[in-house]
Nanobody
Framework: QVHLVESGGGLVQPGGSLRLSCAAS????????MGWYRQAPGKERELVAL?????????NYGDSVKGRFTISTDNAQNTVLLQMNNLKPDDTAVYYC?????????WGQGTQVTVSS
């Protein structure tokens, strides 16, 4: 069974930064893709960022976060990271980690990010 555990959420002022971490219960190389999604109250869950673990770490981002967020992996810690800079109130949401292997996909439990002054 796969477990994904997110951490690093919290309350931050507009313009601030946070770094989210997602620790996997097995090596991240057992997944071909890992990423982050978010869901704000009353809205559908949306893609934030995806990173490939098999093609040199190529990444894709949702339009609303391009240029502000960066996804990366810490292979030694079996962790996927999301560095979030210049945060805006519209970034307020529960952020979920997701991992894909050739059998299916897996979700973490989510971590709350609130951007407010």
């Amino acid at each position: 069974q796969v477990h994904l555990v997110e951490s690093g959420g919290g309350l931050v002022q507009p313009g601030g930064s946070l770094r989210l971490s997602c620790a996997a219960s097995r090596t991240i190389f057992s997944f071909h893709t890992m990423g982050w999604y978010r869901q704000a109250p009353g809205k559908e869950r949306e893609l934030v960022a995806l990173i490939s673990t098999t093609t040199g770490g190529s990444a894709n981002y949702g339009d609303s976060v391009k240029g502000r967020f960066t996804i990366s992996t810490d292979n030694a810690q079996n962790t996927v990271l999301l560095q979030m800079n210049n945060l805006k109130p519209d970034d307020t949401a529960v952020y979920y980690c997701r991992a894909f292997d050739y059998a299916g996909h897996y979700w973490g439990q989510g971590t709350q990010v609130t951007v407010s002054s």
